[in-house]
């Protein structure tokens, strides 16, 4: 079998399984079982929209925790825990609804964003792929975001571990323990949000296994290729996603700790770096596939350019100019932009940045607001 027909074969199957939705994340799965269970009790027979399914599954989630919690006689001690944190009893139930809106909204999404990565490679990509080594990277890679055994094991041991940590911290704070009943809402709350960082591992990964990829772009000036645009718009999206939760976690935080800017600050600082991170792995991904197809590019040119010094035809005024025209191309070739870093992505790295100081601005409003107001 021939490496031609390796590679043809390698695409139409894995363009067949995409297709088919071979490959779920332990969202999908999920989601779907609550589709079902939600027209089953509605009669509906459309599929309902992620908005609604959000909303479903964050009000039965906090009835039940709530529940349990009026069972047991535990609804003084969560009122107790809301005061702690500066809260009042209805403000205190407002805050966890959100808690939980805010964790199963970041799972859909970052699935949702997942789930067009999978579509951009079964539409685009995978007629671009040049070698089967890189097909089988990603292969590889669909088989750990889609594992779901593995995540469903990390959901369950980091919702049980976080969970528990989480009510150690505020049991101290608070000097009793905070219910069983809160504890069981805990560690829900912490299985969703141990199942989003199981996701963005995998989104994390995504960009290291870009450096070894082979894709054909336009070959010269491969960073201004249709296709190396659209890939790049999907992983700033993920930026952005990660700069967004931190401006979420930075309001949040610099509310419970009012007073202290400059833990408020560091906290930014902090926060920077998920983003930074995140950012450089992108580009270091993306400029990987863009110098492989330059020096693709190149070494082809060369071949030509050594197959017509063989001849020795120097005195040949065709092979010297043939020559000379590959040389042209060569070096233009060579000069093309070894990334896919522009203005408009540097614009987009600066304004992910901004959004953490934005927050922790907006949580000190009244400060900045009495720094306005001093007069001279």
Known sequence: MTTNTALIEKREELKRRLAAGEYKTLADVFLAWTNRVIQKLTRQTKPLPLWLMTVF??????????????????????????????????????????????????????NQSIGRIFVLWRDDILDASESVTSLQEFEDWLGKACNLRLHFLVAIFGGLLGGLFGVASISTLLGAFVGYATTFGFIILNMFSAAFYYQLAMVILLPMILRRYDLK????????????????????????????????????????????????IALVLGLWLPIIAMFVLNQTGLSSIIRRAKWKTLNEIQAKVETLQEEENFGNQETMDAIKRLMDYHDRVKATRDSALDFRTYLSFINSLLLPLLAFILGNLDLVLNLFARKP
């Open 57 to 110: 599954l964050s009000l039965t989630i906090s009835l039940i925790a709530f529940g349990a919690s009026y069972v047991v006689g535990g609804l003084t001690k969560f009122r107790n825990v809301a005061e702690t944190f500066g809260f009042g009893y209805g403000l205190g139930v407002l805050s966890w609804i959100s808690l939980v809106v805010l964790h199963i909204t970041a799972v859909i999404i970052i």
């Open 217 to 264: 772009l336009f070959a010269a000036d491969p960073a201004t290729s249709e296709l190396l645009s659209r890939l790049s718009g999907e992983l700033g999206f993920f930026v952005y996603f990660i700069a967004f939760f931190s401006a979420l976690i930075t309001l949040a935080m610099t509310t419970l700790i009012r007073g202290s800017q400059v833990i408020g």
